[in-house]
């Protein structure tokens, strides 16, 4: 497992952007790939994106298609979420995850990541 650390929520009103970051510990980052997760209170945690391990075909959630953009960077062992055109219903916890030998075809099973990170809150203003 690795160690997840999430940083660059906070509150924006509608339409703006936000980059979100998450850190990993350990040298094995390349072999994982990496999602972000988001949760509304009462509500069911959620994928927006993945991006696997081996550079393949990121993976969007309908509702951030075209808006948000995940992206990683194997030497700083990070991988980022740019959020534009930010929308009220995008206000959640967010949640950065990890899976060992991930490709496209598991980026949505929220099952099939084994490590998380505590969290950063976005909120969107309308």
């Known amino acids: 497992q690795v160690q997840l650390v999430e940083s660059g929520g906070g509150l924006v009103q509608a339409g703006g952007s936000l980059r979100l970051s998450c850190a990993a510990s350990?040298?094995?980052?390349?072999?994982?790939?990496m999602g972000w997760f988001r949760q509304d209170p009462g509500k069911e945690r959620e994928i927006a994106a993945g991006?696997?391990?081996?550079?393949?075909?990121?993976y969007y959630a309908d509702s951030v298609k075209g808006r948000f953009t995940i992206s990683r960077d194997n030497a700083k062992n990070t991988v980022y979420l740019e959020m534009n055109s930010l929308k009220p219903e995008d206000t959640a916890v967010y949640y950065c995850a990890a899976q060992r030998w991930g490709s496209s075809a598991t980026m949505a099973l929220r099952l099939r990541y084994d490590s998380w990170g505590q969290g950063t809150q976005v909120t969107v203003s309308s």
């Open positions: 991006i696997p391990y081996n550079g393949g075909s990121p």
């Open positions: 350990g040298r094995t980052f390349s072999t994982y790939a």
